[in-house]
C-alpha cells in the first residue's frame, strides 16, 4: 500500500493514518510538494518510480490522501500503474469530500492545458473524516460550498431550501450540517454518475457554471480566485443568461446570488476581460461539440438543462453586465 499525500496534510493526517494501518505488512509513504503545478507528469513518474523501487505489484492499493490535486494525481497513477490498481480516496478538502473524489475523474495537467490527460477510473472507497475541515484554510472551505450550492440548484430544490434555511450553521461548521451536506452532494453525485460515467448527457450538469469560471480562471492565470470562487460566478453567470432565455425569473438569479453571498463567497470578478475572451476561452470546453459552447442552464432552483445554441447578442449582455 502506497498513501500520497503532500507536505500541507503530512504533519497533520498522516500519523494517526499510520496507526490505523500498522497492523498491515507494506505500508509506504510519498509526500509531494504542495500545489496545483505539482498535479503533473513529474509527479505521476515519481509515483511510479517509488512503487517500482519498492516492488509493489499489480495487487497493491494506493491511498490519496488530500484535496483534489492529490486526488486526482494519485487516482491518474493508479489508473495506469501495471495497468491500474485499486486506489482509495480520503478526501481532506471540501471541494474534495463533495465533489473530486467522487466520480471518477482522474487527471494530471499538461503545459497546454488543464487536466489534459486523465483517466475515468472509480475508487475502491472513498473515506470521509469532517474533522480535517477544522484545518483547511477558510477561504478554501468557502470556495468548496460553491460546489455544495451547485447540487441543489442543478438538482434538488429541497436541498437548496435546506441550505438557505442553515447558512449560519454551515459557515459555523456544526457538525451535524456538514455531514448532512457532505453525504447529499455525495448521493447526488454518484447518483448522476452512475447512470452517465463518461459524460455522454446528465454528467454535464455537474458543469453548472463551469464554461464561465473554467475562462475566468485561465483570463487570471489560475492565480487570482479559487476554483469554487470561478464557480460561483460562474453559477452567477449562468442564472443570468437562465433569466434572460425566460427559463428561470430575475428574482430566481438573485436568490441563487444570495445563498451564495450568505456563505461568504465572494461573487465580483476581480480582473477585467472582454467578451471576445470569455468566448474564446469557452470555446475551448470538454462539452462542446459541432464549433457551439454548450451551456448549463437553470430550468427552475433545483432543476437543469444543457443548451447548445444560446444568441449571442445575450451572451453578451450577461458578461458584459455582470457586476
Ligand atoms: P487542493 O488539493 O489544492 O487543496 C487546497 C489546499 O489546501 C492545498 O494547499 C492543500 O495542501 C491544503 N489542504 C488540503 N486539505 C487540508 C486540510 N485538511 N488542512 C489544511 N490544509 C489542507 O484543492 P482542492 O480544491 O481540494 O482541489 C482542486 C483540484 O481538484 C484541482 O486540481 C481540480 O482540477 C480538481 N478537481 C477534480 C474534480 C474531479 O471530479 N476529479 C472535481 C473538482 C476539482
Ligand atoms: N466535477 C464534475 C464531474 O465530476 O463530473
Not at 500498522?22 to 517509488?50: F, R
Request: aromatic share 8%.
Amino acid at each position: 500500500m502506497l498513501i500520497v499525500t503532500n507536505e500541507h496534510i503530512a504533519p497533520l493526517y498522516l500519523e494517526p493514518l499510520l496507526q490505523h494501518l500498522e497492523s498491515l505488512d507494506k505500508v509506504e509513504t510519498l509526500i509531494l510538494p504542495a500545489g496545483e503545478q505539482y498535479k503533473n507528469l513529474a509527479s505521476l513518474e515519481l509515483i511510479a518510480t517509488t512503487l517500482l523501487k519498492k516492488n509493489f505489484g499489480r495487487d497493491t492499493t494506493l491511498i490519496a490522501l488530500g484535496g483534489g490535486v492529490i486526488g486526482d494525481l494519485t487516482g491518474f497513477a493508479a489508473s495506469c500503474y501495471q495497468r491500474g490498481t485499486d486506489f482509495i480516496q480520503m478526501p481532506t478538502t471540501l471541494l474534495a469530500q463533495v465533489d473530486a473524489s467522487v466520480g471518477g475523474k482522474t487527471a494530471i495537467n499538461h503545459n497546454l492545458g488543464k487536466n489534459m490527460l486523465g483517466a475515468f477510473y472509480q475508487p475502491r472507497a472513498v473515506l470521509i473524516d469532517i474533522a480535517t475541515l477544522n484545518t483547511l484554510p477558510e477561504r478554501e472551505f468557502v470556495s468548496g460550498l460553491a460546489e455544495v450550492v451547485k447540487y441543489g440548484a442543478i438538482w434538488d430544490q429541497q436541498f437548496f431550501h435546506w441550505l438557505e434555511a442553515h447558512t449560519q450553521r454551515i459557515i459555523d461548521k456544526d457538525k451535524e450540517a456538514l455531514c448532512y451536506l457532505i453525504k447529499k452532494c455525495c448521493e447526488i453525485k454518484a447518483y448522476i454518475v452512475e447512470q452517465d460515467e463518461r459524460e455522454h448527457h446528465i454528467r454535464a450538469l455537474l458543469n453548472f457554471g463551469h464554461t464561465f469560471a473554467h475562462a475566468i480562471e485561465a483570463q487570471t492565470h489560475y492565480q487570482q480566485y479559487l476554483h469554487g470562487e470561478a464557480v460561483a460566478i460562474g453559477m452567477c453567470m449562468a442564472a443570468q443568461l437562465s433569466a434572460h432565455l425566460d427559463l428561470i425569473s430575475f428574482a430566481d438569479v438573485e436568490r441563487l446570488r444570495t445563498l451564495l453571498k450568505k456563505l461568504q463567497i465572494p461573487l465580483n470578478l476581480r480582473h477585467e476581460a472582454s467578451y471576445d475572451e470569455y468566448v474564446t476561452l469557452m470555446q475551448r470546453d470538454k462539452k462542446n461539440s459541432q464549433g457551439s459552447i454548450h451551456f448549463v442552464l437553470l430550468e427552475s432552483l433545483g432543476k437543469a438543462k444543457i443548451m447548445k445554441h444560446v444568441p449571442n447578442n445575450l451572451l453578451q449582455q450577461v458578461i458584459k453586465g455582470y457586476t
